[in-house]
């Protein structure tokens, strides 16, 4: 249960000192004898270029540029630090002990790792990159494997510098910064020794949708809803008259209404950029609402400054028209474009994001509603899921993408999704090998969400009708994993746990962990290790501290600390469960399922080993809004399992793998308990 929570959580041997006098000022944090934080100086300067460390007296008086720094113990756990300068930059830098390992800050992987090894970057949007452009979620927030993590309560621009070994730096566009030394509750879990880190027939938009419809339909694909990109409206560059353009869409509620009739809700793109001629930029250009210096005339589409209230409230009031129409969510596209001065980008983001929030919240209602951005904030992770921008369509973006999904994880946007297959496209890509791996990795996130249209549809040429198999076991296998997928969605929620996690905060006992980039935890009972490389084969290493049942045919067993090849036709991807793993799976949200009688149902999976005796899964029952847990205990002498769970809210069956097969037993409604004698365990007993 080492989560990243559990690194927030009480300790009370923390010793905290104070270095000040002549020297930089500096907070130092043991535990005993063991340094644990060492904050070895804050900054500030006039210029970002001319920054300095503070000396300061015990008062906190910073002494050689004027100003004050106060700290103190806000919780067990958490320093927080509040420096208040004359200069018009501050920061702070915090060293650990040689090959140190960094993490969080961007989504973006450089150099495809979730380390932070030998970056320097802003905390802005990135544009064209390797493996994917406009990876672009972000937080000032870093954690190390020393154990402890800081995060800088600020939306102004900062500069996070990585490139001194052991060492991180951040300074931001303010004279006044409060961070928080958030410290490790386990020390002992830290080891030092471990730190090596359109188509025939169709002839406009809507003509389309129904043709997607329908193939998802007669191929009995599930599918939740549908998003228009641009373009889709009137005007120049097709956004900015907050319409869908009748040549495309020439009924567009009456559309809207009969893409609802058959289960998929229709979201579209929006963006804070106010093209030449249209509405929103004749409106702004009258208002004074433009950032000054970014004429249309020569820019593509500058952006509105919402730090205006009245730009503000005009840009959420024009939204209506398309919840009016019954569009349900926005793809929140740029924002990191320079449309604005690039130390507005933080701000600016945030407050549109929370007028796209505002809008949807307004009409449907909280939890009723999509909203994804590429370019999302800190602040604004409750407000927007994201997904991780241009990904390139080969399998180079494939593997940065998984990088990304752990990264974003690690900075807490836990609802991320990719565009399966890669969005920056050739006329043949993706080839159907790379589309069928991917759509495996887009199973095992929050989110899968694919984009089809014009030679890029699996049931046109040139995919082949394996490519459409391979779409509907992977769309229906996540279909049935949203009872987990949505147990840990509101857990994130509730701890910033995310669900897609890097190893290490699954397995921080695991030396070999701490710099995976190409598998990760999916929960704390799936461990998926996606194959981004061409041919099908790799190694999967798995971590020590369990035994692992390969979950596709659930058969074969593998053991923890040892490394297996694997060889995979399209059809498989290597994902494994935990021995003593509990997996709500089953059918909870109708969507599109209508080629058959629709009935909610629950399969609860077990896989129970007489390794684990006793493990539990809390279960987000969405019809009462709680959780319910379920239990599962073993006993190895009477060769027992016994499985208890409170209300789950929906009917349906619990399954237990063993040795000699599955054995079913009926949920009874309300809570209840289940007890399997003469249990043979598929896991060895050590
Ligand atoms: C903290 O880091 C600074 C800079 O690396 C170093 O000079 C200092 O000795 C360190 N303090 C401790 C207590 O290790
Ligand atoms: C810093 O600013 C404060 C408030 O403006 C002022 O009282 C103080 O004298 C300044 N200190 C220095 C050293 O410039
Ligand atoms: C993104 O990727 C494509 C293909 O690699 C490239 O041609 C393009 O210039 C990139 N940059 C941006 C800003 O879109
Ligand atoms: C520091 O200055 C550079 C160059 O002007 C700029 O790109 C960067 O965003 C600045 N950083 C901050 C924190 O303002
Ligand atoms: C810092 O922010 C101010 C506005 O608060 C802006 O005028 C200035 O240009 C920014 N500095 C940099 C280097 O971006
Ligand atoms: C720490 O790591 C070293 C080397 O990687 C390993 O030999 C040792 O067993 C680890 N200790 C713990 C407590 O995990
Ligand atoms: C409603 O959608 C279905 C798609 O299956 C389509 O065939 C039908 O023509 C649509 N009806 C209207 C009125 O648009
Ligand atoms: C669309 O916007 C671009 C750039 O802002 C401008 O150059 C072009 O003239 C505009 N086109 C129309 C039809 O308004
Ligand atoms: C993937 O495409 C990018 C450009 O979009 C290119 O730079 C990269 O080399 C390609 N990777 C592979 C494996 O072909
Ligand atoms: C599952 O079994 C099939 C048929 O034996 C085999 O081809 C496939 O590779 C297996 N998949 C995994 C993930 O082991
Ligand atoms: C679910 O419960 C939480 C409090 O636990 C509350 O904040 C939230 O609004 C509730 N959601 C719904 C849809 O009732
Ligand atoms: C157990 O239930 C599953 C799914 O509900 C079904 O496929 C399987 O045949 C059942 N097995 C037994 C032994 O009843």
């Given at each position: 249960?080492?989560?990243?929570?559990?690194l927030?959580?009480?300790?009370?041997?923390?010793?905290?000192?104070?270095?000040?006098?002549?020297?930089?000022?500096?907070?130092?944090?043991?535990?005993?004898?063991?340094?644990?934080?060492?904050?070895?100086?804050?900054?500030?300067?006039?210029?970002?270029?001319?920054?300095?460390?503070?000396?300061?007296?015990?008062?906190?008086?910073?002494?050689?540029?004027?100003g004050?720094?106060?700290?103190?113990?806000?919780?067990?756990?958490?320093?927080?630090?509040?420096?208040?300068?004359?200069?018009?930059?501050?920061?702070?830098?915090?060293?650990?002990?040689?090959?140190?390992?960094?993490?969080?800050?961007?989504?973006?992987?450089f150099?495809d790792?979730?380390?932070?090894?030998?970056?320097?970057?802003?905390?802005?949007?990135?544009?064209?990159?390797?493996?994917?452009?406009?990876?672009?979620?972000?937080?000032?927030?870093?954690?190390?494997?020393?154990?402890?993590?800081?995060?800088?309560?600020?939306?102004?621009?900062?500069?996070?510098?990585?490139?001194?070994?052991?060492?991180?730096?951040?300074?931001?566009?303010?004279?006044?910064?409060?961070y928080?030394i958030?410290?490790?509750?386990?020390?002992?879990?830290?080891?030092?020794?471990?730190?090596k880190?359109?188509?025939?027939g169709?002839?406009?938009?809507?003509?389309?949708?129904?043709?997607?419809?329908?193939?998802?339909?007669?191929?009995?694909?599930?599918?939740?809803?549908?998003?228009a990109?641009?373009?889709?409206?009137?005007?120049?560059?097709?956004?900015?008259?907050?319409d869908?353009?009748?040549?495309?869409?020439?009924?567009?509620?009456?559309?809207?209404?009969?893409?609802?009739?058959?289960?998929?809700?229709?979201?579209?793109?929006?963006?804070?950029?106010?093209?030449?001629?249209?509405?929103?930029?004749?409106?702004?250009?009258?208002?004074?609402?433009?950032?000054?210096?970014y004429?249309?005339?020569?820019?593509?589409?500058?952006?509105?400054?919402?730090?205006?209230?009245?730009?503000?409230?005009?840009?959420?009031?024009?939204?209506?028209?398309?919840?009016?129409?019954?569009?349900?969510?926005?793809?929140?596209?740029?924002?990191?474009?320079?449309?604005?001065?690039?130390?507005?980008?933080?701000?600016?983001?945030?407050?549109?994001?929370?007028?796209?929030?505002?809008?949807?919240?307004?009409?449907?209602?909280?939890?009723?509603?999509y909203?994804?951005a590429?370019?999302?904030?800190?602040?604004s992770?409750?407000?927007?899921a994201?997904?991780?921008?241009?990904?390139?369509?080969?399998?180079?973006?494939?593997?940065?993408?998984?990088?990304?999904?752990?990264?974003?994880?690690?900075?807490?946007?836990?609802?991320w999704?990719?565009?399966?297959?890669?969005?920056?496209?050739?006329?043949?890509?993706?080839?159907?090998?790379?589309?069928?791996?991917?759509?495996?990795?887009?199973?095992?996130?929050?989110?899968?969400?694919?984009?089809?249209?014009?030679?890029?549809?699996?049931?046109?040429?040139?995919?082949?009708s394996?490519?459409?198999?391979?779409?509907?076991?992977?769309?229906?296998?996540?279909?049935?994993?949203?009872?987990?997928?949505?147990?840990?969605?509101?857990?994130?929620?509730?701890?910033?746990?995310?669900?897609?996690?890097?190893?290490?905060?699954?397995?921080p006992?695991?030396?070999?962990?701490?710099?995976?980039?190409?598998?990760?935890?999916?929960?704390?009972?799936?461990?998926?290790a996606?194959?981004?490389?061409?041919?099908?084969?790799?190694?999967?290493?798995?971590?020590?501290g369990?035994?692992?049942?390969?979950?596709?045919?659930?058969?074969?067993?593998?053991?923890?600390?040892?490394?297996?090849?694997?060889?995979?036709?399209?059809?498989?991807?290597?994902?494994?469960?935990?021995?003593?793993?509990?997996?709500?799976?089953?059918?909870?949200?109708?969507?599109?399922?209508r080629?058959?009688?629709?009935?909610?149902?629950l399969?609860?999976?077990?896989?129970?080993?007489?390794?684990?005796?006793?493990?539990?899964?809390?279960?987000?029952?969405?019809?009462?809004?709680?959780?319910?847990?379920?239990?599962m205990?073993?006993?190895?002498?009477?060769?027992?399992?016994?499985?208890t769970y409170?209300?789950?809210?929906?009917?349906?069956?619990?399954?237990?793998?063993?040795?000699?097969?599955?054995?079913?037993?009926?949920?009874?409604?309300?809570?209840?308990?289940?007890?399997?004698?003469?249990?043979?365990?598929?896991?060895?007993?050590?």
């Amino acid at each position: 249960m080492d989560r990243l929570l559990r690194l927030l959580a009480a300790l009370s041997l923390i010793h905290l000192s104070v270095a000040t006098s002549q020297k930089p000022f500096s907070i130092i944090i043991n535990n005993g004898n063991q340094l644990v934080v060492n904050n070895s100086a804050v900054l500030t300067g006039s210029s970002n270029s001319s920054i300095s460390p503070i000396v300061a007296s015990s008062s906190g008086a910073i002494a050689n540029h004027g100003g004050q720094v106060t700290y103190r113990r806000v919780s067990p756990n958490v320093v927080k630090v509040q420096v208040d300068t004359n200069s018009s930059y501050t920061g702070a830098r915090f060293t650990v002990p040689n090959d140190g390992l960094f993490y969080g800050v961007w989504e973006y992987p450089f150099f495809d790792q979730i380390t932070n090894t030998n970056v320097e970057f802003d905390l802005k949007g990135l544009g064209d990159s390797e493996g994917v452009n406009w990876s672009n979620a972000r937080a000032p927030f870093f954690i190390t494997n020393a154990g402890y993590g800081v995060y800088a309560d600020t939306l102004e621009m900062g500069s996070f510098d990585f490139t001194t070994s052991g060492q991180a730096q951040f300074i931001f566009n303010t004279s006044s910064l409060v961070y928080y030394i958030i410290l490790p509750n386990r020390l002992e879990t830290i080891n030092q020794s471990c730190k090596k880190d359109f188509h025939d027939g169709v002839s406009n938009a809507q003509e389309n949708y129904y043709d997607v419809i329908n193939h998802l339909y007669y191929n009995e694909i599930r599918a939740t809803s549908m998003f228009a990109d641009r373009p889709y409206g009137t005007g120049n560059m097709s956004f900015g008259n907050f319409d869908l353009d009748p040549t495309f869409y020439p009924t567009p509620g009456q559309f809207i209404a009969n893409l609802s009739d058959h289960g998929f809700d229709f979201q579209v793109w929006v963006a804070n950029r106010a093209f030449l001629n249209t509405e929103l930029y004749n409106d702004s250009v009258a208002n004074d609402w433009l950032f000054p210096g970014y004429s249309a005339e020569t820019f593509l589409g500058p952006a509105l400054n919402l730090s205006i209230p009245a730009a503000y409230s005009y840009f959420l009031d024009r939204l209506s028209a398309f919840t009016d129409l019954g569009v349900k969510g926005y793809k929140i596209d740029r924002g990191e474009e320079e449309e604005m001065p690039v130390y507005e980008q933080n701000i600016q983001m945030s407050l549109f994001e929370q007028l796209c929030y505002e809008n949807m919240v307004s009409k449907w209602g909280e939890s009723n509603f999509y909203n994804f951005a590429r370019s999302a904030v800190d602040r604004s992770r409750s407000r927007t899921a994201v997904w991780n921008g241009d990904s390139h369509s080969n399998f180079t973006g494939l593997a940065y993408s998984v990088a990304s999904g752990i990264r974003a994880g690690l900075i807490g946007f836990s609802q991320w999704a990719v565009d399966c297959g890669g969005y920056i496209r050739g006329v043949n890509d993706p080839e159907e090998e790379l589309w069928a791996r991917w759509m495996h990795f887009s199973t095992f996130s929050p989110t899968y969400e694919i984009m089809i249209g014009t030679n890029h549809t699996p049931w046109y040429p040139p995919y082949t009708s394996r490519l459409v198999s391979v779409l509907k076991q992977t769309a229906n296998l996540h279909a049935s994993l949203l009872p987990y997928i949505k147990s840990y969605t509101y857990h994130a929620t509730q701890t910033g746990v995310p669900i897609i996690r890097a190893l290490f905060l699954e397995y921080p006992h695991d030396p070999k962990v701490y710099t995976t980039t190409d598998s990760y935890a999916f929960g704390e009972e799936f461990l998926v290790a996606p194959i981004v490389t061409e041919g099908g084969t790799r190694d999967v290493y798995f971590p020590s501290g369990s035994s692992y049942l390969e979950y596709i045919n659930k058969t074969d067993v593998y053991q923890g600390g040892t490394t297996h090849p694997v060889s995979l036709e399209w059809e498989y991807v290597p994902v494994y469960v935990r021995e003593g793993a509990i997996i709500p799976t089953g059918d909870i949200y109708q969507g599109n399922q209508r080629w058959t009688k629709w009935e909610p149902y629950l399969e609860i999976q077990a896989f129970p080993s007489y390794n684990v005796p006793a493990s539990q899964f809390e279960y987000y029952n969405a019809v009462q809004n709680g959780t319910a847990t379920i239990t599962m205990v073993t006993d190895k002498r009477e060769k027992s399992v016994i499985i208890t769970y409170e209300d789950l809210g929906t009917p349906g069956t619990i399954i237990v793998y063993g040795k000699d097969g599955q054995r079913n037993a009926t949920l009874t409604a309300g809570r209840g308990s289940v007890l399997f004698r003469g249990f043979v365990s598929l896991f060895g007993e050590s």
